[in-house]
């Protein structure tokens, strides 16, 4: 399993190469403890489970809990991310497909976290055509610190400015992971059912 999160998260540097790449790193946003503390407290209280990882060891051994407690093991996993599902350990007993919206779970990463509402922001690159209601309730999130918004208009300028003149589409924000009703929804996320939604955050900033 550790190959998968290598391949997804990208795997530890060596010195040197922590060394050579410390000009490139100079030029990415600083960490904002504000926001991240944001998100975390109004992603918690909307319903979604947060799980903090600093590094992939970490996240391979939350993504392997999670699926665990939940007996998905042997269980149907929509997962529309092939750096996933290509290098996953042939003989384990995980069962990924790219068709079967039926799933017992669905495995993605995302744009952006949006901090003010505690939001996931997603386009079709994560969830292709389909509606968040189309998707199984059960859904863990692969995300980095980096990938953190203050407001949902900077997350979407900031896909914006990602893809430049290739701008994805069906741009949408799950945030409803209560059971209740009565959720104080946007209108990108107006008509969506509730998930139970898992988040492993790995610290890249």
Known sequence: MKKI????????KSNQEKD???????????????VEDKFTLNFS???GKFLYATDSVECEDYFNKII???DWAEKSILCFNDTF????IPNNKLKFNKSNLNSNLFITDC?????????ILVSAKQIQSYKSNDLPNNIIVMARTSQLSETLSKGLEGIRIKYSNNLPSNITSIKNFNKGDGEDLNFLTYGSSAKNLYLILLEDL
């Open 5 to 12: 999160f290598r391949s997804f998260f990208g795997s530890k």
């Open 20 to 34: 050579s790449s410390e000009e490139e790193y100079k030029y990415l946003p600083k960490k904002d403890e504000l």
């Open 45 to 47: 209280s909307n319903g």
């Open 68 to 70: 665990e407690e939940n």
């Open 85 to 88: 599902t290509n290098h996953y």
């Open 111 to 119: 744009e952006f976290l949006v901090a003010k509402d505690g939001s």
